[in-house]
């Protein structure tokens, strides 16, 4: 309300920001929403508590460190714009965010699904490393402090008013809120970029049940309870929460700091680790193991066969091999192409089932790089003791039937020396291993459909040509058959396999396509620039993968391309993100189209950039891993 707003603060800053109302308040100051009047725009005053302003080397320590958080700038951090003291009181301004705080929109949902809990982490978490990159600690990171944009849904980290810089090393006071204090603030120990993990790691365990883990009567009981309390089971606490999830949250809520990830970037590599196998949402694995539902029906084809054998042996005659074989290709000139048609049903049938279900083209590509990925991890799949013992007498029995059907007018000439009676025994026990030796060999193959009687290689180069096959233009064309009829806004279930670059590239697609037609031809390059920069990103990640080869040695030389790469990595990402969130203003008409096209030149120019680095990239790559060459002392 208007009447708790300091007087003497409002007198100050008359002619310069025209207070409004008070917006929130926390432990260490409360939050008004002001007027910027020279520029007629809303903003956030954050006016530090007057217990604390009293106190000068408090005082002077805010208005330094409020100085040092002014100094970043990215998408999903609140800036800052100014700093100040009037009238006794210590104060920022800061960009003001149309929406509410997480401890609001927990306060009316209760908890917020695990899919969405892991978003908000990725963009703080993201947030908070570009500010570490730039030495500074946040100190403070609260569901207060964390902003739900109402237009966008996109998290943004505010308040680094009680920033600190990284290099700083020293304790100073107990400065933030307890009930997110990582234990050994409590004890003394200086700010470091894992107290502040510590504090994402409350917000987001608050987030999945509803409450704080630690609480207590007042500030001393919460502090105590940081130190001497383990953290509620989060399996209990939220049962349902994937379990890398939780993992993830459980390693940097670890009472000792070196138990914690050392930076931001190892935190979140274990959220998007692309060696860790992620979930598909079901209708997308049913479409990409839809060879597996054709193996019942292929081990039916090969009993089938063996069927045929027996009876095409009989038609053909003893010794009449060519008219067996031409039996048995007429036979299966049926068979084949039914097993076809039917492995074609069923896929189509899945793949209208996922486009039903939200998933695009590049989702089921994604399904079929994880299975491909999986199944080199796994190496070849060993053969069953049975299956072995199956796989070898069918093959040995259909050898020998082969040998006895092309070798049969010898073997008469043979037995023509022998008495009538031995050699219509003879004659008999050939039959039969013609007849069921083929027999046995086609069962084998059937039971060898279900049950693996010999290993397999790692590389299945079957879901090679079909992840090949996937990648072309006919492939978008069926795909777009498949979406015929259907509507084109519709959200798949889960997105947890989409990588950063991936999820914002679609998301522009679908914010372009619903731009009025003149607006869309205007901007027509914007989805092709969008899709080269993911593409970018993709090599990127490709190059980080390599360098993450635990057979490898790492190197110093190593150390410095993975840090470059991550960087340019972040400024990639970051111009998609700074497209996407223009195109979501522009939609609501809040966003001039002028600043759409700015940073659509700033991404192309970026785009081009890192087609010209990851070439040097690659370069530095061939010389640093060749064995002959050594590192030159540093002068």
Do not use: C
């Not at 570490?132 to 308040?159: F, P, Q």
């Not at 100073?172 to 894992?194: C, D, K, Q």
């Not at 138990?259 to 079901?282: F, G, I």
Request: proline share 6%; aromatic share 6%; no cysteine.
């Amino acid at each position: 309300m208007t009447s708790a707003i300091p007087a003497e603060l409002q007198d100050a800053l008359a002619g310069s920001l025209s207070i409004e109302r008070e917006i929130g308040r926390g432990g260490m100051g409360v939050v008004y929403l002001a007027r910027d009047v020279m520029l007629d725009r809303p903003l956030a005053l954050k006016v530090l508590h007057p217990h604390l302003a009293a106190d000068p080397e408090q005082r002077a320590r805010f208005l330094r460190e409020a100085r040092t958080g002014a100094r970043l700038s990215h998408p999903h951090i609140v800036p800052i714009y100014d700093v100040g003291e009037a009238a006794g009181h210590v104060w920022f301004t800061m960009a003001f965010v149309d929406g509410e705080s997480l401890a609001t929109v927990l306060t009316r949902r209760g908890t917020l699904p695990a899919a969405t809990v892991e978003r908000l982490l990725r963009e703080v978490g993201w947030a908070l490393a570009n500010a570490h990159r730039r030495d500074v600690l946040h100190r403070d990171v609260s569901l207060d402090n964390i902003l739900i944009e109402r237009s966008t849904g996109r998290a943004l980290l505010a308040d680094f008013g009680i920033a600190a810089r990284i290099e700083g090393g020293s304790a100073g006071p107990l400065i933030g809120t307890p009930a997110y204090m990582a234990p050994e603030l409590v004890h003394g120990e200086p700010a470091s970029p894992r107290s502040d993990l510590y504090a994402l790691g409350i917000v987001a365990w608050s987030a999945l049940t509803g409450y704080l883990p630690f609480s207590g009567d007042d500030a001393a009981e919460v502090l105590l309870a940081q130190v001497r309390d383990e953290v509620p089971s989060l399996a209990r606490a939220a049962a349902g929460t994937p379990s890398r999830l939780r993992r993830a949250i459980e390693a940097v809520l670890a009472k000792a700091p070196d138990e914690r990830p050392d930076s931001v970037e190892a935190w979140l590599a274990t959220l998007d680790e692309p060696r860790q196998r992620r979930a598909l949402a079901p209708v997308l694995s049913r479409w990409v193991r839809v060879r597996e539902a054709v193996a019942p029906y292929r081990a039916l084809a090969a009993t089938l066969l063996a069927m045929f054998s027996g009876v095409a042996l009989h038609l053909a005659s003893f010794g009449g091999v060519t008219s067996y074989f031409l039996l048995l290709v007429a036979f299966g000139a049926l068979l084949v192409p039914g097993l076809a048609i039917l492995q074609a049903g069923l896929s189509l049938r899945a793949l209208r089932l996922a486009a039903r279900e939200g998933f695009h083209l590049e989702d089921l590509r994604l399904g079929l790089e994880q299975e491909l990925a999986e199944r080199r991890r796994a190496g070849p799949i060993l053969p069953t003791r049975w299956g072995r013992v199956i796989r070898w007498t069918g093959s040995i029995l259909g050898i020998g039937a082969v040998v006895v059907l092309a070798t049969a007018e010898s073997w008469y000439e043979l037995l023509a020396v022998l008495p009538f009676t031995l050699r219509l025994v003879v004659q008999d026990i050939l039959v039969w291993v013609a007849r069921w030796g083929l027999v046995a060999f086609w069962l084998s193959r059937g039971v060898g459909v279900l049950l693996p009687g010999v290993a397999r290689p790692a590389l299945d180069v079957g879901w090679r040509l079909r992840l090949a096959f996937w990648r072309t233009r006919a492939a978008a064309g069926l795909m777009w058959l498949a979406r015929l009829g259907l509507p084109r806004d519709l959200l798949p279930e889960t997105t947890l396999h989409r990588p950063t670059e991936l999820m914002l590239d679609l998301q522009i697609d679908d914010l372009w396509r619903a731009l009025p037609a003149p607006t869309r031809e205007g901007l027509a390059e914007l989805p092709v620039v969008a899709r080269a920069l993911r593409e970018r990103i993709r090599d990127l990640r490709a190059l980080l993968d390599r360098l993450e080869d635990p057979t490898t040695a790492r190197s110093s030389a190593d150390l410095e391309l993975r840090e470059r790469l991550e960087q340019r990595r972040t400024e990639a990402t970051t111009a998609l993100e700074q497209l996407r969130l223009v195109l979501l203003r522009l939609s609501g008409s809040a966003a001039p189209v002028g600043e759409l096209t700015h940073h659509l030149q700033e991404a192309r120019a970026l785009e081009a950039d890192l087609l010209v680095d990851l070439g040097a990239h690659r370069a530095v790559r061939r010389l640093v891993r060749r064995p002959t060459l050594t590192p030159s002392p540093a002068a």
